[in-house]
């Protein structure tokens, strides 16, 4: 079939011949459909994702693709916009899984003003969608309750469910103890003190609070701030031996 396929490709006119192939990619590679939809300008319109992630998606793939973690614990998920990416990058590296742990319901965080619903069908259909099964487990409770029965190393952890003070330090006080070595811990919505203006910014955003309590305790971050920032933690006092780690 493949032959076939590239003997017809290679008569057809140049133009006429991408819409095919682009067309057969569509129909029959869902790893194509993936890199399309996650990763390609304008990829993301072919689904409503709902998501505040937006070009923060590509530092998630690249921070995957180079750190190659073996257990990636993400603490919201919503839409899986986040997820997939992820997800994608631990297929490419041929290693790695993500656990999506979101309770998926109308809470005080999650789609602030949308309803949830639909929101984990949406989710499961894009995992279907790109066959990503084997790299993104769907952990349906809220933090506390996974923590209780979680057992694996984590390598890399995105903190992004409860945005209050009390909600981001008790995501990561209940998951540290299970952070290997080299390991990074992902906070996003980080940078909202330094953009009151924004739209979306509201009252209780406590993620820049605590980032700033573990700075003072000696924990070494960097954050790349865009409209609401993403800031990147090695979670060994006086750190950054992350950057060595290969």
Same mark, same amino acid.
């Given at each position: 079939?493949?032959?076939?396929?590239? *003997?017809?490709?290679?008569?057809? $006119?140049?133009?006429?011949? +991408?819409?095919?192939?682009?067309? !057969?990619?569509?129909?029959?590679?869902?790893?194509?459909?993936?890199?399309?939809?996650?990763?390609?300008?304008?990829?993301?319109? %072919?689904?409503?994702?709902?998501?505040?992630?937006? /070009?923060?998606?590509?530092? !998630? @793939?690249?921070?995957?693709?180079?750190? *190659? $973690?073996? &257990?990636?614990?993400?603490?919201?998920?919503?839409?899986? !916009?986040?997820?997939?990416?992820?997800?994608?990058?631990?297929?490419?590296?041929?290693?790695?899984?993500?656990?999506?742990?979101? $309770?998926?319901?109308? %809470?005080?965080? %999650?789609?602030?003003?949308?309803?949830?619903?639909?929101? !984990?069908?949406?989710?499961?259909?894009?995992?279907?969608?790109?066959?990503?099964?084997?790299?993104?487990?769907? +952990?349906?409770?809220?933090?506390?309750?996974?923590?209780?029965?979680?057992?694996?190393?984590?390598?890399?952890?995105? +903190?992004?469910?409860?945005?209050? @003070?009390?909600? /981001?330090? *008790?995501?990561?006080?209940?998951?540290?103890?299970?952070?290997?070595?080299?390991?990074?811990?992902?906070?996003?919505?980080?940078?909202?003190?330094?953009?009151?203006? &924004?739209?979306?910014?509201?009252?209780?955003?406590?993620?820049?609070?605590?980032?700033?309590?573990?700075?003072?305790?000696?924990?070494?971050? /960097?954050?790349?701030?865009?409209? /609401?920032?993403?800031?990147?933690?090695?979670?060994? *006092?006086?750190?950054?031996?992350?950057?060595?780690?290969?």
């Amino acid at each position: 079939m493949k032959r076939v396929v590239k *003997k017809l490709l290679e008569f057809l $006119p140049r133009e006429s011949a +991408i819409r095919l192939g682009t067309h !057969l990619l569509t129909k029959y590679d869902p790893q194509f459909v993936a890199v399309r939809d996650l990763l390609l300008e304008g990829g993301h319109g %072919n689904h409503q994702w709902n998501s505040g992630l937006g /070009v923060q998606a590509y530092l !998630l @793939y690249g921070l995957v693709r180079t750190h *190659k $973690p073996t &257990h990636i614990l993400e603490i919201g998920s919503a839409t899986g !916009l986040s997820s997939c990416t992820m997800a994608l990058a631990c297929r490419h590296n041929k290693i790695g899984k993500v656990f999506a742990v979101d $309770p998926h319901d109308v %809470n005080d965080w %999650n789609n602030i003003s949308k309803s949830c619903d639909g929101q !984990l069908d949406f989710f499961k259909s894009r995992i279907a969608e790109y066959a990503l099964s084997d790299y993104c487990t769907i +952990i349906q409770s809220t933090s506390e309750q996974a923590a209780k029965k979680w057992s694996l190393p984590i390598d890399l952890m995105f +903190i992004d469910g409860d945005h209050s @003070y009390e909600g /981001v330090r *008790k995501d990561f006080e209940l998951f540290k103890k299970w952070l290997t070595p080299p390991s990074l811990v992902l906070f996003h919505n980080s940078g909202w003190e330094f953009n009151r203006d &924004h739209q979306s910014y509201r009252q209780g955003m406590g993620v820049p609070k605590y980032l700033s309590e573990l700075k003072a305790a000696g924990f070494q971050s /960097v954050t790349v701030l865009d409209e /609401v920032g993403l800031t990147i933690l090695d979670p060994k *006092k006086g750190g950054l031996d992350f950057l060595n780690r290969h």
